[in-house]
């Protein structure tokens, strides 16, 4: 089996792949004060709550935007999991062209979305990725990574409206019962919520204008569900887009050193 393993800034989301097919997976809260031993001890809770073995893993794929905690994970993987894993960063093949003005820049987790796009759903296309940011991600119709946008995500828009007002506090990130709130707790769920489907629906626009109007929007990240069913702009919703491209990117890579 195949661990994938992406690293964010919020969540860290693992899954096991037995072939293409993607079977237990998990979603956890990123703890960049955790030492290696304490994640090699979750790691081999996950497989024995999934009643597995740690030698069933034979593989890993990592994408991780947390340098401090990729050394960890590769440490633990090693010494929990008798596995070095295989770390997407700059170099590795991926089979997506990166038109960046700087390829280095880009987060390893926006490159192996664009090789999960271009494998599963093809071009043109733009991923919404709704995690610690909201990145917008645009991949041609020939599969080239081309670039894209950066905004604050949701959390970190409630976190500093409860931070930087007197009255107002955070609030849990549900839809709420309508757009003109009744309370200030349904007030700011609207805000939020509403107001982050429309800058998702305004970016979309704009990136059509400029990929054309057969472009695909795919949404992904731990809040996709939520944001994605509010906002009509979205195609197709794929949490686990990034551990697809981590798979993807783990097959190529081997298939090449395979000959």
């Not at 596995?83 to 390829?103: C, E, L, N």
């Not at 019962?177 to 309370?183: E, L, T």
Request: hydrophobic residues 45%; contains cysteine; negative net charge.
């Amino acid at each position: 089996m195949l661990l994938t393993i992406d690293i964010g800034n919020t969540n860290v989301t693992l899954g096991l792949y037995q072939g293409e097919a993607l079977g237990p997976r998990w979603r956890l809260a990123t703890d960049h004060h955790k030492l290696a031993d304490e994640y090699g001890i979750l790691l081999t809770s996950l497989l024995a709550h999934a009643k597995l073995e740690a030698s069933a893993v034979q593989g890993i794929a990592v994408a991780s935007v947390v340098p401090p905690l990729t050394g960890v994970f590769v440490q633990a993987c090693e010494s929990f999991l008798g596995q070095t894993p295989f770390v997407v960063d700059a170099g590795v093949k991926t089979g997506v062209r990166i038109r960046y003005d700087d390829p280095k820049t880009v987060g390893a987790d926006r490159v192996v979305d664009a090789a999960a796009v271009q494998k599963l759903y093809g071009g043109p296309a733009c991923v919404v990725d709704l995690g610690t940011a909201t990145t917008f991600d645009a991949i041609s119709a020939e599969g080239d990574y081309l670039g894209g946008a950066i905004a604050p995500g949701i959390g970190i828009s409630a976190d500093a409206l409860a931070q930087r007002t007197s009255k107002l506090t955070r609030v849990d990130l549900a839809r709420p019962p309508a757009a003109i709130g009744r309370n200030t707790v349904h007030a700011i769920q609207s805000g939020l919520i509403y107001g982050h489907v429309g800058l998702i629906e305004g970016m979309v626009a704009r990136f059509r204008s400029e990929l054309g109007p057969s472009m695909k929007v795919i949404a992904t990240g731990g809040l996709a569900s939520l944001i994605a069913n509010e906002a009509k702009c979205i195609d197709i919703i794929a949490p686990w887009l990034t551990l697809e491209g981590l798979r993807i990117v783990w097959e190529l890579n081997h298939k090449v050193a395979g000959g």
